[in-house]
């Protein structure tokens, strides 16, 4: 069976994306799939490509009612049958849907869980070809979403034994994956696990100093994306995005506590791009399906690394280039593990914290320690995360951990790091002086040595395992076995050297901007897109994505043909948009290449016959201007007769003046030298003329 015309049709893609093509033809084999794929890795077109290709109907299973209603209205756009059906519809409205089932126009229709019920008349092989249980992970108790209304999909197997189910999730553990087969009743499914991967996202993590500095440098490099900052409290996501917003950031908070309508607003602002910018708590994002997220910004550690990656996923699903930038730093660790402290899995949610902390600490390519996490090996370091980028200079650090190790001695292990610091330091504040840490004998023997290094290098020896933070008793700091070795075996201790913030700035500057010939297309594209998003009532990505945009930029279409080669313009968006779009790429470059080549339009119509001040009228520039573009013609090697502006006479007193003046080209010496007598234009032509003999 044809699989690729549908893709170009509909999609406007040219090829499958790793996996895709083998999903598809098991399902259309009439094969049960399991498919484990990321979010933005291209689930959606497993199922949707063969529901256009099977007879029937192919029901998709999703909990979520946002995510099916940006579904939809992203394949109704590309000109593909499908509807949703759930209890917030009118009984006719839902009738509609149901004659368009029997009379077999329908493709598509999602549902949730608890709406299947009501559609036990069509839950058929009589109508049905496929069906697609998406987020498939929720089934299982084992997942991290588990919804009980998912238990009762088994019986599907049973109604429809014949017809395919395939089952999808962007994150399952072994025994999850299990779980689902076994629930769904599908044992003999096909699994496809793909990579976690997403190079496209680029990974930065940094200590989690002056954070509100940082931030707003990052916003102002990437000004006009959008993006999402996650902050640990819903307090934290008021107070950044009131910051942000009084330095004239376009922005909004987000979190459970605002009212339904509030959220919803601000939801449906920010996928529209009527808001860049949203400070969140991790409530945010779930069922957003938005593709031209630039950036996701973690203003405090995250709980575990699942959230973590779920969360950076959000960007980049265009598959452009995104940024996710996670600050953190010890207080993070205290504030989150007090909230773990109590619960009832309380030792798994500590051991994930610590797996997070690790992966912030980590001084190896980013990347492979995320991907390890899933199981996942990358054989060579990324190149996109921070560590590969900049990666850290290793120093000979024994007697820094000597004098660090020896002060939580003398300090009798019972004393948190900031005091510790602080005691290095030779601070003189109240905790100091009250406890008599003055008196100890490493007060202020490491004066050499700022407060931020300190911190950071006794963050290092945490993570080293030759401190350990008492997080039961107030957070003190105590020695483990390890580091007796290194303060009385004089074992050596390699640290690395702390990242400068200037050093951090300068590495932002020098990331490369994309250059294109057809520089600010991409701009006016979206603003176009945007235009015609607005009168439409949608978002803009529905008409064209980002990368669409991008590629037309990069390599602009002039005609229908090349329109239809650009990959996102399907059939359906080249009858709707196309030639709007081809006009406005036309303007747009006629624009570009005549402001680059004003002289030789005044060229064109001086050879034309005008005059210059003809030229200069036309125009509505200075007729010096237009001498100057001439001048220019002609020295590029034009034939331009320049002759009949200047007279023999000029010429020649101009070219004796010449070597008295060291042959400049700068026109008062000569103007002062004729007693003021030649106007400057003259004496432009005549040295123009002279330039070239
Ligand atoms: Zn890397």
Redesign the pocket.
């Known amino acids: 069976m044809d699989i690729h015309t549908p893709l170009k049709q509909y999609f406007g893609y040219d090829t499958y994306r790793p996996l895709q093509e083998d999903i598809i033809r098991t399902v259309l084999d009439g094969d049960d799939a399991l498919v484990i794929m990321p979010t933005g890795g291209g689930k959606s077109v497993c199922f949707q490509i063969p529901a256009l290709l099977f007879d029937g109907l192919t029901i998709i299973i999703s909990p979520l009612i946002a995510l099916m209603k940006d579904q939809v209205d992203g394949l109704k756009a590309n000109g593909v049958s499908a509807a949703y059906y759930n209890s917030s519809q009118e009984g006719n409205e839902q009738q509609a849907i149901l004659e368009r089932v029997y009379s077999g126009q329908l493709k598509l229709l999602y549902v949730a869980p608890e709406s299947l019920a009501l559609l036990s008349q069509v839950l058929s092989e009589r109508y049905v070809s496929c069906i697609a249980v998406d987020e498939a992970h929720c089934i299982s108790s084992w997942g991290h979403d588990f919804r009980p209304s998912y238990q009762q999909l088994g019986y599907l197997k049973q109604t429809m034994p014949n017809t395919p189910i395939i089952a999808l999730t962007a994150t399952a553990d072994k025994a999850t994956r299990e779980d689902i087969v076994n629930q769904l009743s599908i044992p003999r499914a096909k699994w496809f696990v793909s990579s976690f991967d997403r190079p496209n996202i680029q ?1 930065d993590v940094r200590p989690g100093v002056d954070r509100m500095k940082r931030i707003v440098s990052f916003l102002k490099a990437n000004s006009g994306e959008s993006g999402i900052i996650y902050c640990l409290s819903r307090k934290l996501t008021e107070q950044v995005a009131s910051k942000l917003a009084a330095l004239g950031f376009d922005c909004a908070a987000y979190h459970a506590g605002l009212s339904n309508e509030e959220r919803t607003a601000v939801q449906e602002d920010f996928v529209n791009d009527r808001t860049k910018i949203v400070c969140a708590t991790v409530a945010f994002g779930m069922g957003i399906d938005k593709s031209n997220v630039r950036f996701v910004l973690h203003y405090n550690l995250p709980k575990n690394i699942e959230g973590y990656y779920q969360e950076i996923g959000r960007g980049g699903r265009d598959g452009l280039p995104a940024k996710a930038v996670l600050f953190h730093s010890f207080a993070d660790v205290v504030q989150l593990r007090k909230f773990a402290e109590g619960a009832e899995n309380e030792t798994v949610q500590l051991a994930k914290l610590e797996r997070m902390q690790q992966f912030a600490e980590a001084t ?5 320690t995320l991907l390890s996490y899933f199981g996942e090996e990358l054989l060579h ?9 900049n990666p850290p200079q290793w120093i000979d650090g024994t007697i820094i951990a000597q004098k660090a190790l020896s002060a939580v001695y003398r300090a009798q292990e019972q004393e948190g790091l900031n005091a510790i610091v602080d005691v290095l330091r030779g601070a003189r504040n109240a905790h100091v002086l009250s406890r008599g840490l003055d008196q100890l004998k490493t007060y202020g023997m490491g004066r050499d040595i700022s407060w931020l290094d300190w911190q950071n290098y006794m963050v290092q020896l945490i993570n080293q395992g030759l401190l350990e933070v008492a997080f039961h008793k107030n957070s003190v700091l105590e020695l483990t076995p390890s580091a007796r070795k290194v303060l009385f075996e004089q074992q050596p201790v390699r640290l690395t050297v702390p990242q400068r913030r200037e050093e951090v700035k300068a590495k932002k500057s020098k990331e490369p901007r994309s250059q294109s010939a057809n520089e600010g297309l991409f701009e006016h594209l979206r603003k176009i897109r945007l235009a015609l998003a607005q009168e439409r009532g949608i978002p803009p990505y529905l008409i064209f994505n980002d990368a669409t945009l991008k590629e037309m930029e990069a390599n602009p279409p002039r005609t229908r043909t090349a329109m239809l080669g650009i990959s996102g313009v399907g059939q359906r968006k080249m009858e709707e948009f196309g030639d709007l779009f081809l006009q406005e790429i036309n303007d747009y470059l006629n624009l570009l290449t005549g402001k680059k080549d004003t002289a030789l339009k005044s060229l064109e119509l001086f050879e034309q016959g005008l005059t210059v001040e003809e030229i200069a009228e036309e125009r509505a520039i200075k007729s010096v201007t237009v001498i100057s573009h001439l001048c220019k013609c002609y020295l590029d090697g034009k034939p331009v007769d320049l002759r009949q502006f200047v007279s023999d006479k000029d010429l020649e007193r101009i070219r004796a003046l010449r070597p008295l003046l060291d042959n400049t080209m700068q026109l008062k010496p000569y103007y002062e030298a004729l007693n003021q007598q030649v106007p400057y234009e003259h004496i432009r032509i005549a040295l123009t003329l002279l330039a070239r003999e």
């Open positions: 990974l190896s390519c980013r990347r492979k370091d990324c190149g996109n995360c921070d560590v590969c980028l």
